[in-house]
Each structure stands twice: as structure tokens, then as C-alpha cells.
């Protein structure tokens, strides 16, 4: 099942905008009257100490500081590489998003989400590659996640 087909069986309404490929928020802000909202961006990485695979959304005005991760979560991170991605969330690079998790069968990737990027009523990101943005609300993304079965963790990072 991809995620559209997902989400429509969960009851839960999404708006897709199509536009080019964009890997980063910079470039994603080039479409801002065509796609309303704040930007937000999704990592994936794995734990130095104890290998574990996270899947990190903050708000797109942010960076995640690597320090302050260690001291909250006992590990320091680096990004993963492409293999990894296509292994865990069925996804290429530029396309990272929550949206993946559907094709972890194991539920090995934890989810970290910025409780910041929630006080959004709508939030944004790619539905399975960079040439679209798809909207939910804040509220049917945590019914997603609760329903996909991944640990989830809510921190303000």
C-alpha cells in the first residue's frame, strides 16, 4: 500500500502540490505562495552507541544540535547514507519524510517529532518523493504515526 492509499484508509484528508524536485528548505521556500505553511525538515540517522535508526522532524528553521541530542537521548547521530534509506523507509535522498515509515515492516526506526513543529495546524512534507509537498493537519499526522506503530517520541528540540 503507498501512502495515499494509507491515508485515505485511515480517514485522513491530505492536499498534494505538485512542483520541480527540491532537496533542501531553502529551495522549498522558493514555492511559498503556491504552498502556504512553515517548512519543516525530516533526518535520518543512526545512533553512534547503540545503532538505532531515528527519523527526526523539526521545524524547518531550525538545525539539530548534535549535543544537545547526545545529552537528551545518550548518543550522538550522523545521517545515514542512501542504502540505508532505501532499506529502512523505501525512500531516496531529498525525499525524507514520515511519510517512509510505512515501508519499516519491522518498526526498527524510532521517531523523534519537535513538539514546535505541531503548534501548526497544517504541516507539510513529501509524500514519497521531492516533487510534492503533501498538507495534514497536526492532529491527523499524530493519528498517522500512532497508527503506522513506530516508536514515537514528542520532545521540543
Do not use: W
Not at 533542501?24 to 535520518?44: A, C, M, W, Y
Not at 523507509?89 to 519491522?106: A, H, M, Q, T, W
Not at 497544517?122 to 491527523?140: C, G, L, Q, V
Not at 497508527?147 to 521540543?156: L, P, S
Amino acid at each position: 500500500m503507498n501512502i495515499y492509499q494509507t491515508l485515505d484508509s485511515l480517514g485522513i484528508k491530505h492536499k498534494v502540490y505538485e512542483h520541480r524536485p527540491v532537496f533542501t528548505v531553502e529551495e522549498s521556500l522558493k514555492f511559498k505562495d503556491e504552498i502556504p505553511g512553515e517548512r519543516n525538515k525530516n533526518l535520518f540517522a543512526k545512533g553512534e552507541r547503540t545503532g538505532k535508526y531515528y527519523l527526526i522532524s523539526i521545524r524547518g528553521d531550525k538545525k539539530l544540535d548534535n549535543k544537545s541530542f547526545k545529552k537528551e537521548f545518550s548518543e550522538r547521530v550522523r545521517f545515514c547514507n542512501s542504502e540505508d534509506l532505501m532499506k529502512y523507509l523505501g525512500l531516496k535522498p531529498g525525499s525524507v519524510s514520515p511519510f517512509g515509515l510505512i515501508n519499516d515492516k519491522e518498526k526498527e526506526v524510532v521517531v523523534i517529532v519537535d513538539t514546535d513543529l505541531l503548534k501548526n495546524e497544517k504541516i507539510h512534507f513529501h509524500p514519497d518523493r521531492n516533487s510534492a509537498t503533501m498538507e495534514i493537519s497536526s492532529e491527523d499526522f499524530k493519528k498517522y504515526l500512532e497508527r503506522i506503530g513506530n516508536k514515537i517520541i514528542y520532545k521540543k528540540l
